[in-house]
């Protein structure tokens, strides 16, 4: 019955896989100079947010009907890569990235630097994950979850368009967000609090009145919620870092 049912969640992850791969494709369609490549950019954005939902009800539903496997979480990884690591570098290098080039050699636009600034994003993700493969803490994150870190790049075009956001800004935005992943820092597991806060009976509950309050928050303006709250997901991390460090300086 195990094997038989591994497949919803394999499933799940491999739509967040397609998901990924869909928002690529779309970035590859936009030409920066045209006027309707923002709306191409959201777009690609939007898949990535949506990617993300699958890989949280994957894991979900891999525990709830107890069919975890090594397959399952090795598919989970290369998925993860993709959608929050490859997709988002490749956005932000169409959007922002693209025209960074050195001249070098006495050739102007000789060496595509903003390629590289691009590639850290993979680059950081793959550790990230291969990382948390061979350990991990199960009640925390070590270092910033590339799901988060992929959502915070997917919101941005939602949120921001390219002319509202200098190039050195958007350069120091994305370089901290992919470090972020390698950091030590450490992240609280938001499933391992809502198990602590809740028994599974009142979970369905506190789930759909939450999902009411944001929508009746935000119906017209939900990017911006969202990316409050993974904004202040991601400096929780942050500060707590900063709070240990000073409780340990003064011991």
Not at 77 to 98: E, N, V
Not at 237 to 242: Q, R, T
Request: charged residues 10%.
């Amino acid at each position: 019955m195990k094997l038989k049912l591994t497949w919803i969640p394999n499933t799940l992850t491999l739509g967040n896989l397609t998901l990924g791969f869909v928002s690529m494709l779309l970035v590859a369609e936009t030409n920066p100079s045209q006027s309707n490549s923002h709306e191409l950019y959201t777009l690609a954005g939007v898949f990535i947010i949506l990617a993300a939902l699958f890989d949280g009800f994957d894991g979900m539903a891999a525990r709830a009907l107890n069919c975890t496997s090594e397959l399952g979480a090795d598919l989970d990884s290369l998925a993860d890569l993709t959608t929050f690591g490859i997709a988002p570098g490749f956005l932000s290098y169409k959007m922002f990235f693209y025209d960074i080039k050195l001249d070098i050699f006495d050739k102007p636009d000789y060496f595509p630097l903003g390629m590289f600034i691009a590639a850290l994003y993979p680059i950081c993700a793959a550790y990230r994950l291969a990382r948390f493969n061979v350990a991990h803490d199960p009640k925390s994150f070590n270092g910033l979850p590339s799901p988060v870190a992929g959502v915070v790049i997917g919101i941005f075009p939602l949120v921001f368009s390219v002319s509202q956001v200098p190039l050195w800004t958007a350069v120091l935005f994305f370089v901290i967000t992919a470090l972020l992943m390698v950091s030590t820092l450490r992240y609280s597991k938001p499933q391992v609090a809502i198990r602590g806060l809740f028994s599974w009976k009142k979970l369905g509950i506190s789930i759909l009145g939450l999902g009411l309050l944001l929508l009746a928050i935000g119906f017209y303006r939900w990017p911006y919620v969202m990316y409050g709250a993974v904004g202040f997901y991601v400096f929780s991390g942050i500060v707590s870092f900063l709070i240990q460090t000073i409780q340990d300086y003064r011991v």
